[in-house]
């Protein structure tokens, strides 16, 4: 190889080493990061575009939401009562009615009761109309009712938890009577008094069977039966079929 061939042979490396490396495309970095806090208030000005687009959709939307359904003849609020209030035995009632039909069809058997919980009940029902926009105020989670079976013993840990809670938890179809020592003097399920070796179903929140508000009892049941029905869904559907609520505070679970 003369001089000539080895300088260009050494030159023709060089510019491809070259242009090969001058092409590598470094990664990029973030050196800095930095925002600011915008608050939410009436000084941010709408745009007129996309006020115009939703007008129409919110209009509707609040049309079936303030449809009347149904008609209340005075307020009711969780607060109203001791150990069962009116708003909850209505709701309590509500899903008995609502699920049980459910249930039936899927399992051939009937709900012996139901249990709520007094926190669930996130607002009043006012005087007046019932509407859509009720059942959201009132039930605002996207709880759904399951049928949980337990055994007497997971029901006794319940009645004692109800009585330790000493709260307006929504039952129905149970009925739980103390003395005024709060100690147990009375249970009837369906009317009848709790029996050793059967088991019970007990319509509730999904929240609930999976031990919300520390109701471990609900642990390890007999089995489990999704209804896929969100307790506000039954909310509305019992309103659309009923004219006039009458809902009352009652004895199904009383301190004597």
Sequence with gaps: ??????????????????????????????????GKEIHITDSLKSVDSIENFIKPYRSHINDVLDEALAYSPEALSKSDGELNTAIGN???????EQTNPVF??????NIDFVLLNHGGIRSIISKGNITTRTAY?????????????????????????LIKSNRAHPVSGIKIVLNDN????????????IEKDKTYFVA??????NM?????????????????????NEMIDYFKKTDTIKPIIDDRFIRL
Excluded at 104 to 109: A, D, F, M
Excluded at 214 to 230: A, G, K, R
């Design 1 to 34: 190889m003369n001089l000539l061939s080895y300088t260009i042979k050494h030159f023709v490396i060089f510019i491809t080493l070259f242009l090969i490396y001058s092409c590598d495309k470094h990664p990029d970095y973030v050196s800095k990061i930095s």
């Design 90 to 96: 209505l709701l309590a009632d509500i899903v008995m």
């Design 104 to 109: 039936k069809s899927r399992t051939g058997k």
């Design 137 to 161: 105020q009132v039930m605002p989670f996207e709880n759904k009712v399951v049928v949980v079976e337990i055994t007497t013993d997971k029901l006794q840990e319940m009645i004692n938890y």
């Design 182 to 193: 709060n100690s147990l003097q009375n249970v009837l399920v369906q009317g009848k008094p």
């Design 204 to 209: 509730t929140s999904d929240y609930l069977s």
């Design 212 to 232: 919300g508000d520390n109701m471990t009892f609900f642990s390890n049941p007999v089995s489990i039966t999704e209804t896929d029905y969100l307790i506000r």
